[in-house]
């Protein structure tokens, strides 16, 4: 599979603090990538490297199969983007900064900016000056814009900031046609996990500045995250059955009298048979799956807090 993007022991200083340290980072051509990791983890200063903003202190950028270099702007002739806070010309109209855009990108394709305005939902405001917007409109703006110039490849930093359910879902789904239909290519962080998880072909962590995991969502469905979850006023008796009768040492005791076994080396049915045999008192059996948020929290020490 032909790679869009790849990073090489990325590492980005300010002064003595260190921001992003040792990155290597994977993107296949046509895949929605989404990025995550706790608030300040470094998600939004790796994506202004890969957008020239912002030069590496060292290791390297490959960025459609060339090295990415300080000088290297026509790569961003094939990218389209959205970082932080989008920013526009107030006094001009949302058609006014669209056709600008055009303009400073060299691109000329006619009803170009009347397409982008109608994926988005902002054919009725294409007069209306862009002051006049609130926060999720300017969203949308950010996000028509990072679209108009059909790139190969569309970095997005919490591209659903500011809007509600329904703006969310339209999003999503058009997210999803561009990766089909189009072939595109987009890099999105968030910090809504469900999101991510209903559209995200693969997953990258960034855990202080490191990315500890980079996996496919097939790769987190066949792994197993399948955990069978027992309630039990006995936790330490029913801990010694599982270790020492049952062999079993992937599993993990909660505070409310639960405790969860993800290894596979016993049945169901033969825990429960230990249990029982073991006498030991039993409030609640059952299996369940590892969502994407679960996975998260364990990778990343429980830190549930996202960000930029």
């Known amino acids: 599979m032909q790679t869009i993007l790849t990073t090489d022991h990325l590492n980005k200083q300010f002064g003595v603090e260190t921001i ?3 990155l ?11 990025f995550l990791g706790p ?9 202004k490297m890969i957008t020239n903003q912002w030069k590496p202190t060292s290791g390297d950028i490959i960025l459609f199969g060339e090295k990415l270099l300080p000088d290297s702007y026509s790569f961003l002739k094939r990218m389209g983007s959205m970082i932080e806070f989008p920013v526009f010309y107030n006094e001009l109209t949302a058609e006014e900064n669209l056709k600008l855009h055009c303009e400073y990108m060299g691109y000329y394709s006619p009803g170009s900016v009347e397409k982008a305005l109608s994926l988005l939902s902002l054919s009725d405001t294409r007069g209306k000056k862009v002051k006049e917007f609130s926060l999720g409109m300017k969203q949308r703006l950010g996000i028509a814009r990072a679209v108009l110039t059909k790139p190969e490849f569309m970095v997005l930093d919490e591209p659903t900031n500011g809007l509600d359910p329904a703006g969310m879902k339209q999003l999503r789904d058009l997210f999803l046609m561009l990766c089909k239909e189009y072939g595109m290519t987009i890099l999105i962080s968030s910090h809504l996990l469900s999101e991510i998880e209903s559209i995200a072909h693969t997953i990258g962590i960034i855990h202080k500045g490191r990315l500890v995991r980079e996996i496919s969502m097939k790769e987190i469905s066949e792994k197993g995250l399948e955990y069978l979850e027992i309630k039990t006023p006995e936790t330490a008796k ?3 059955i599982f270790t020492e009768r049952l062999n079993i040492s992937n599993f993990k005791v909660l505070n409310d009298n639960r405790i969860r076994v993800y290894a596979k080396q016993a049945t169901s049915q033969e825990i429960m048979k230990a249990l029982t045999e073991n006498q030991i008192e039993i409030h609640g059996f059952h299996s369940q799956s590892e969502s994407l948020e679960e996975y998260f929290l364990k990778v990343t020490g429980g830190e549930s807090e996202c960000g930029n």
Do not use: F, L, R
Not at 24 to 34: D, L, P, Q, R, S
Not at 39 to 46: E, L, P, R
């Open 238 to 240: 029913a801990s010694y």
């Open 24 to 34: 290597n980072m994977h993107i296949a051509k046509g895949e929605i990538y989404g």
């Open 39 to 47: 608030n300040g983890a470094g998600k939004t200063t790796v994506m």
């Open 20 to 22: 992003v340290s040792d």
